[in-house]
């Protein structure tokens, strides 16, 4: 059987070296640190002298990579990609960096992000000879800088280009040996710049920066453009008034918990998260389980608060596979199973508060009670560090339809009942905003997966998976 998690997929993941000589190694490992972001593909593309070489491939990063494919990316310059298909198929045409060359430039991008208005555009383009060959929204953005002004310099024409889209991207592009991040104006995705002691690296997340000895010197600026030349030379010049809008979700899911984003750190974050949860919906027990792995720092947090021990009742399998061989006999929650079990010997006659970051469509949920019942837990009382999630992303994350997720057609009554749990409590959107800390406001995030709104735009469709 395909085992599919009924969860939020993590999107994408982008980074970029400029001026060492094992650039593309830098990349390879940076996108190891970032593996999380994106899982069914990876890329690189190295510049040696403004002449590019090219590999990607279907898989996890490891797999992708090995010593002899990276030894012939040859340059100091090279941008990377890991991928999780949000917008455009599975293809192997899909993977990113997209490379693009014409007479004057050879150009790689990667990017971490949705554009809401990709089909649009793309038609217009289509209707004006553009040829396409891939189904990928970043390939609409290559033959935006196709089409502007020639004259004028390549930061010119990107900021042109950039102009005429709407939606999330934090992009890492290669131009020759001239390295490129961008952030769109609302900074919804992460990107990050960092030096190291013979060049620059820009990535999604500063867990990249620490895995390659790299230095943290600052956020990319929501509507900035900076260049890095091959000699070092920094740029920065803005192509669009700021707007913040980060991803609220970063914080409560999406990035690793060792990575410090826009001045907060990811874990610290989720422990506040937590603490807040128990402040808003204490419950009567004797044990606090996480939902490994995502679950455990709001957990600490919530057993912290509340003075109630903190146990790993539920154990994961760290090397599920995507794919597993079931008895021909069903065998009940099986999925599940193979990714989580119980530790009856913590759980048994106990009053249980299992805390988890979300509940999407509520089949995982219902069958972690169940196993916990099973496991002779007293009472089970689920705990959720984040509102309930009403509606999908736009932005960069592949999330269900508005009608597959379950708080968006029921109340938390009816979920409750739903899972199986004795009791079931949500953080408060005012809650997550106090746990996320600093003058932390609506006004600076976007929350939209929990509050609707859309800031930046809906495409026409709901589904941004495929043209």
């Keep these: 059987m395909a085992y599919v998690s009924e969860g939020f997929r993590d999107k994408c993941a982008v980074i970029g070296v400029s001026g060492h000589g094992e650039a593309a190694k830098y990349c390879y490992l940076g996108l190891y640190a970032l593996q999380h972001r994106g899982q069914e593909g990876a890329g690189i593309v190295a510049s040696h002298g403004g002449r590019f070489s090219v590999h990607r491939g279907t898989g996890l990063v490891a797999d992708v990579f090995d010593e002899a494919r990276l030894s012939k990316l040859l340059g100091s310059f090279a941008v990377g990609h890991t991928r999780y298909a949000t917008f455009g198929g599975k293809d192997w045409q899909n993977l990113q960096p997209l490379v693009a060359s014409s007479s004057r430039e050879s150009v790689a991008v990667a990017h971490n992000g949705n554009l809401v208005n990709a089909r649009e555009l793309r038609l217009q383009l ?33 900021a042109l280009a950039l102009r005429q889209v709407k939606g999330a991207y934090s992009l890492a592009i290669l131009v020759g040996d001239d390295l490129y991040a961008v952030r769109d104006p609302h900074g919804v995705r992460p990107l990050v710049l960092g030096s190291m002691s013979s060049g620059y690296v820009v990535a999604s997340e500063t867990c990249a920066f620490d895995l390659i000895g790299a230095t943290f010197v600052r956020d ?67 044990v606090v389980i996480p939902v490994p792995d995502s679950g455990v720092p709001a957990a600490m947090g919530y057993a912290e ?74 009472e089970v009382h689920m705990r959720i560090s984040s509102p309930p999630t009403t509606g999908p992303c736009h932005y960069g994350i592949d999330t269900p339809s508005r009608a597959e997720l379950i708080a968006s057609r029921n109340s938390v009554e009816e979920i409750a009942k739903y899972v199986g749990a004795d009791s079931l409590s949500y953080l408060s959107i005012e809650g997550m905003y106090r746990a996320v800390g600093k003058n932390a406001t609506s006004r600076h995030f976007c929350d939209a997966c929990f509050s609707a709104n859309y800031r930046l735009g809906e495409p026409a469709q709901e589904s941004t998976k495929m043209l």
Excluded: W
């Design 220 to 286: 990319i600026e929501p509507g900035e453009i900076v260049k890095i030349t091959p000699e070092g030379k920094l740029e920065s010049s803005r192509f669009a008034a700021p707007d913040r809008a980060f991803c609220i979700f970063e914080y409560i899911y999406f990035a690793r918990p060792d990575s410090n984003l826009e001045g907060r750190n990811v874990y610290l974050v989720r422990k506040n998260l937590g603490a807040e949860l128990a402040r808003e919906s204490p419950a009567q027990a004797d």
């Design 305 to 378: 608060e509340l003075g109630v021990p903190l146990e790993f009742g539920l154990i994961r399998n760290h090397y599920v596979g995507r794919t597993f061989i079931e008895p021909q006999q069903s065998i009940r929650d099986f999925g599940v199973k193979v990714k989580l079990n119980a530790n009856t010997a913590l759980l048994a006659g106990k009053r249980v508060v299992v805390v988890d970051d979300s509940i999407v469509r509520g089949t995982t949920s219902k069958k972690i009670v169940s196993m916990l019942r099973q496991a002779g837990a007293k």
């Design 126 to 158: 289509e209707d004006n000879g553009a040829i396409f060959s891939t189904t990928s929204d970043t390939e609409v953005i290559l033959h935006l800088l196709a089409h502007v002004d020639r004259n004028k310099s390549f930061s010119e024409r990107l």
